[in-house]
């Protein structure tokens, strides 16, 4: 590699991580997703209501249920994640009543009667009990009841398991193509749509920020027409991509140690491992993605996919160091960038759409064009809407981009980086564009 | 040498610089002179491959100058052009770097320089924190950092103290003796005047006036005779060839077109009483100046 290229990256990534300010943004980064995923510990430390667990007083008058109700609620609270203690209250509920009103205390009584061969039950609270109590409880007594009324119909246990055992559903699409996993790639595309756009946007930010603050901030204090002596326009030019998108690399690479870090604090912190600590529902979403053959096709298109977002934030960084060149000052910058910013957000808006509007050929054409691929292709791949091909198709395009950004915006950029004036800018940018190099 | 034949520069259809051809010796200083927007910038822009001519040749030591001789070229610009949130140290690294120069080479030139501009303690200061002359001199060394075989001064002085100016001035004339090539360009006559052999004037990317400075100011026909005692001004003024006669600290400045007056006025000046003084004067480099921009220069 050219001396002096190694040269302006070096000094570009020094200039960058030196500052007080990265570190310090840094270290406030890590303690925000520290404390992000980590967030039930730091709310129960602090305490509050929460913390105590919900109380509920069984009366049971008919002395049948209470066990059943024990034994149900202990395997209910292995999944869902809520504080409920339970406990038998032989005495007079009308005291307990009392008391509970008096000290507008959170627990509840829970009475459970027979009338006239009725099973009823009453659930009594000073305030509002929460969703998840009451649904936990109404289906644990449903339960009871129903095995209570099985066992008295004499019905034998074979009869009671034929009973109790849920109604096989199976699915058959007529249509071929369709993808039997469909639904729950829906689901979990649901979730990794955000995740993966907000990163990639704030990435694109940053790299398109740095390159447009670097250019401006050389050519306001005239350090440029020393750099442009000593090294081609087209040297700084590519050495701005680069530094920018090695920044940009540390950067990721720096947020994912903080989730690891995260992470970690978090098993230290509940002594679970990583899909415990996060609740039953992840782990079981995971061994589904996994069984569904999701994982598979991803990881097959996942080196095209990484190649296709690479490419863009080459194709990015390019259109953003053409129009820092355009420009005199960091403010009109500002402004030149509000397009790119645009297209990302078409680009995020067509993403969530994809689900909706299903196999969209529109959808499906914009996921090809550059700048817009690297957002809308691997959603669309995702969800199963397009393929491997449609993938190769963006890299093409993206590829004849770039080719076609460095061939043209190379002349733009040597004219524009020493030109301090917005006076006839357009007309010579249309003349640089008929320069060879 | 640097070696600019018939180059012209045009921006759109508008020519910057028409036809200037000039030299530069080694270890001469060339004056580079004009107002404002007379295409100086424009030339220095060209000699250091930053604008492509639009017709001419510019070589620089028989070969044409591009980006394998750039690193024996130093440009110290008009304007400020340093990266004030770094250290002098790091500015010195990266502009070195630039150059082409090594590490180690690089920090024994910047002590050398720090030491020869009185200004060792600001090695490690941002530049954003130095006065406007410190900063000048931060930026002299960033231009010499190289030892360039070329040197273009861009009002080099600009912000500068006279102590200062003399520090400045020795480091030129050591850089002058070691052969370097310099082309200086400066508002104040008085500069030019010591520094360069031979000069060139620029109006509107024209050359008005070019070659060595004593000739030019041999072959300027207007001369100035200074005299001291009584004499009338008004008779003075009424010898024909006379341009103007003023008066200053006790002494006459007689401005005339050519040398042929001086016997004129020698004849008037001997019949007059108490003459302790007649001196005939070559004009100055800005009264040259003035005559031929056709303006006031400082």
């Given at each position: 590699?050219?001396?002096?290229?190694?040269?302006?990256?070096?000094?570009?990534?020094?200039?960058?991580?030196?500052?007080?300010?990265?570190?310090?943004?840094?270290?406030?980064l890590?303690?925000?997703?520290?404390?992000?995923?980590?967030i039930?510990?730091v709310?129960?430390?602090?305490?509050?209501?929460?913390?105590?667990?919900t109380?509920?007083?069984?009366?049971?008058?008919?002395?049948?249920?209470?066990?059943?109700?024990?034994?149900?609620?202990?395997?209910?609270l292995?999944?869902?994640?809520?504080?409920?203690?339970?406990?038998?209250?032989?005495?007079?509920?009308?005291?307990?009543?009392?008391?509970?009103?008096?000290?507008?205390?959170?627990?509840?009584?829970?009475?459970?009667?027979?009338?006239?061969?009725?099973?009823?039950?009453?659930?009594?609270?000073?305030?509002?009990?929460?969703?998840?109590?009451?649904?936990?409880?109404?289906?644990?007594?449903?339960?009871?009841?129903?095995?209570?009324?099985?066992?008295?119909?004499?019905?034998?246990?074979?009869?009671?398991?034929?009973?109790?055992?849920?109604?096989?559903?199976?699915?058959?699409?007529l249509?071929?193509?369709?993808?039997?996993n469909?639904?729950?790639?829906?689901?979990?595309?649901?979730?990794?749509?955000?995740?993966?756009?907000?990163?990639?946007?704030?990435?694109?930010?940053?790299?398109?920020?740095?390159?447009?603050?670097?250019?401006?901030?050389?050519?306001?204090?005239?350090?440029?027409?020393?750099?442009?002596?000593?090294?081609?326009?087209?040297?700084?030019?590519?050495?701005?991509?680069?530094?920018a998108?090695?920044?940009?690399?540390?950067?990721?690479?720096?947020?994912?140690?903080?989730?690891?870090?995260?992470?970690?604090?978090?098993?230290l912190?509940?002594?679970?491992?990583?899909?415990?600590?996060?609740g039953?529902?992840?782990?079981?979403?995971?061994?589904?993605?996994?069984?569904?053959?999701?994982?598979?096709?991803i990881?097959?298109?996942?080196?095209?996919?990484?190649?296709?977002?690479?490419?863009s934030?080459?194709?990015?960084?390019?259109?953003?160091?053409?129009?820092?060149?355009?420009?005199?000052?960091?403010e009109?910058?500002?402004?030149?960038?509000t397009?790119?910013?645009?297209?990302?957000?078409?680009?995020?808006?067509?993403?969530?759409?994809?689900?909706?509007?299903?196999?969209?050929?529109?959808?499906?054409?914009?996921?090809?064009?550059?700048?817009l691929?690297?957002?809308?292709?691997?959603?669309?791949?995702?969800?199963?809407?397009?393929?491997?091909?449609?993938?190769?198709?963006?890299?093409?395009?993206?590829?004849?981009?770039?080719?076609?950004?460095?061939?043209?915006?190379?002349?733009?950029?040597?004219?524009?980086?020493l030109?301090?004036?917005?006076?006839?800018?357009?007309k010579?940018?249309?003349?640089?564009?008929?320069?060879?190099? | 040498?640097?070696?600019?034949?018939?180059?012209?520069?045009?921006?759109?259809?508008?020519?910057a610089?028409?036809?200037?051809?000039?030299?530069?010796?080694?270890?001469?200083?060339?004056?580079?002179l004009?107002?404002?927007?007379?295409?100086?910038?424009?030339?220095f822009?060209?000699?250091?491959?930053?604008?492509?001519?639009?017709?001419?040749?510019?070589?620089?030591?028989?070969?044409?100058?591009?980006?394998?001789v750039?690193?024996?070229?130093g440009?110290?610009?008009?304007?400020r052009?340093?990266?004030?949130k770094?250290?002098?140290?790091?500015?010195?690294?990266?502009?070195g770097?630039?150059?082409?120069?090594?590490?180690?080479?690089?920090?024994?030139?910047?002590?050398?320089?720090?030491?020869?501009?009185?200004?060792?303690?600001?090695k490690?200061?941002?530049?954003?924190?130095?006065?406007?002359?410190n900063?000048?001199?931060?930026?002299?060394?960033?231009?010499?950092?190289?030892?360039?075989?070329?040197?273009i001064?861009?009002?080099?002085?600009?912000?500068?103290?006279?102590i200062?100016?003399?520090?400045?001035?020795?480091?030129?004339?050591?850089?002058?003796?070691?052969?370097?090539?310099?082309?200086?360009?400066?508002?104040?006559?008085?500069h030019?005047?010591?520094?360069?052999?031979?000069?060139?004037?620029?109006?509107?990317?024209?050359?008005?006036?070019s070659g060595?400075?004593?000739?030019?100011?041999e072959?300027?026909?207007?001369k100035?005779?200074?005299?001291e005692?009584?004499?009338?001004k008004?008779?003075?003024?009424k010898?024909?060839?006379?341009?103007?006669?003023?008066?200053?600290?006790?002494?006459?400045?007689?401005?005339?077109?050519?040398?042929?007056?001086?016997?004129?006025?020698?004849?008037?000046?001997?019949?007059c009483?108490?003459?302790?003084?007649?001196?005939?004067?070559?004009?100055?480099?800005?009264?040259?100046?003035?005559?031929?921009v056709g303006?006031?220069?400082?």
């Amino acid at each position: 590699m050219n001396k002096k290229l190694k040269l302006l990256i070096k000094d570009g990534i020094r200039k960058k991580l030196n500052t007080k300010w990265f570190k310090i943004a840094n270290i406030i980064l890590l303690l925000i997703i520290v404390l992000l995923t980590n967030i039930d510990s730091v709310i129960n430390f602090f305490g509050g209501d929460f913390s105590d667990p919900t109380k509920i007083y069984v009366v049971d008058n008919t002395n049948t249920f209470y066990n059943d109700l024990n034994k149900s609620l202990e395997e209910s609270l292995k999944i869902i994640q809520t504080k409920i203690e339970i406990e038998e209250y032989k005495k007079d509920a009308t005291k307990l009543k009392s008391d509970i009103k008096d000290n507008e205390s959170k627990d509840i009584i829970l009475e459970i009667n027979k009338v006239d061969n009725e099973y009823i039950s009453t659930i009594t609270s000073f305030n509002y009990v929460d969703a998840i109590t009451v649904e936990l409880l109404t289906n644990s007594l449903n339960n009871i009841k129903k095995a209570k009324e099985l066992e008295s119909s004499n019905i034998d246990i074979d009869e009671l398991n034929k009973i109790n055992t849920p109604m096989t559903i199976n699915r058959t699409y007529l249509n071929e193509d369709l993808d039997e996993n469909y639904e729950l790639i829906e689901y979990i595309s649901g979730l990794l749509i955000p995740a993966f756009i907000v990163p990639f946007f704030m990435l694109i930010i940053i790299v398109i920020q740095m390159i447009g603050a670097e250019i401006n901030e050389e050519k306001s204090s005239k350090s440029m027409e020393i750099i442009i002596s000593s090294v081609s326009p087209k040297v700084h030019f590519i050495s701005k991509i680069i530094t920018a998108n090695l920044y940009a690399i540390i950067q990721s690479i720096l947020f994912i140690l903080y989730i690891v870090i995260g992470v970690f604090i978090r098993g230290l912190i509940t002594k679970t491992n990583l899909t415990q600590s996060f609740g039953g529902n992840i782990s079981g979403l995971l061994t589904q993605f996994v069984e569904s053959g999701m994982l598979h096709k991803i990881l097959t298109c996942l080196p095209w996919v990484i190649i296709m977002i690479l490419l863009s934030f080459v194709a990015y960084s390019l259109l953003a160091g053409i129009l820092a060149s355009m420009t005199t000052n960091q403010e009109d910058f500002q402004q030149l960038q509000t397009p790119i910013m645009i297209i990302i957000m078409i680009g995020y808006l067509v993403a969530i759409l994809a689900s909706t509007y299903e196999k969209s050929t529109f959808i499906i054409i914009l996921s090809v064009i550059p700048f817009l691929s690297s957002i809308i292709a691997p959603v669309l791949l995702l969800i199963g809407q397009i393929g491997l091909l449609e993938i190769m198709i963006a890299i093409i395009l993206l590829i004849l981009t770039i080719y076609v950004l460095i061939k043209y915006g190379s002349r733009i950029y040597k004219v524009g980086i020493l030109n301090y004036s917005g006076n006839n800018l357009w007309k010579k940018i249309f003349t640089s564009l008929k320069n060879k190099e | 040498m640097l070696k600019v034949e018939n180059v012209t520069k045009y921006y759109g259809d508008n020519p910057a610089v028409k036809n200037l051809s000039f030299t530069v010796n080694d270890g001469e200083i060339f004056g580079l002179l004009g107002v404002n927007g007379a295409g100086k910038t424009t030339t220095f822009r060209m000699i250091i491959g930053l604008l492509d001519k639009s017709d001419g040749t510019i070589t620089f030591d028989g070969s044409p100058v591009d980006y394998k001789v750039t690193d024996k070229i130093g440009f110290l610009t008009e304007e400020r052009s340093l990266l004030t949130k770094l250290t002098v140290y790091d500015q010195a690294l990266f502009y070195g770097g630039l150059k082409g120069m090594d590490k180690s080479e690089i920090i024994e030139r910047l002590d050398y320089l720090l030491e020869k501009l009185e200004i060792q303690e600001y090695k490690n200061r941002k530049i954003k924190e130095l006065s406007k002359g410190n900063q000048q001199k931060v930026q002299f060394i960033m231009s010499i950092i190289n030892k360039p075989k070329l040197l273009i001064l861009d009002e080099p002085f600009s912000g500068l103290d006279p102590i200062n100016i003399e520090l400045f001035k020795k480091l030129i004339l050591e850089l002058k003796s070691e052969g370097t090539s310099i082309i200086f360009s400066s508002h104040r006559m008085d500069h030019v005047e010591y520094f360069c052999e031979s000069l060139l004037i620029l109006v509107k990317g024209k050359t008005v006036l070019s070659g060595n400075l004593k000739q030019i100011k041999e072959d300027f026909r207007k001369k100035n005779i200074i005299i001291e005692g009584d004499i009338e001004k008004e008779k003075l003024e009424k010898i024909k060839g006379v341009l103007g006669v003023s008066f200053n600290k006790g002494e006459y400045l007689v401005k005339i077109n050519d040398m042929s007056i001086v016997d004129k006025v020698f004849k008037y000046v001997s019949t007059c009483k108490n003459i302790t003084k007649f001196v005939v004067e070559e004009p100055s480099l800005n009264e040259i100046f003035i005559e031929k921009v056709g303006g006031s220069y400082e």
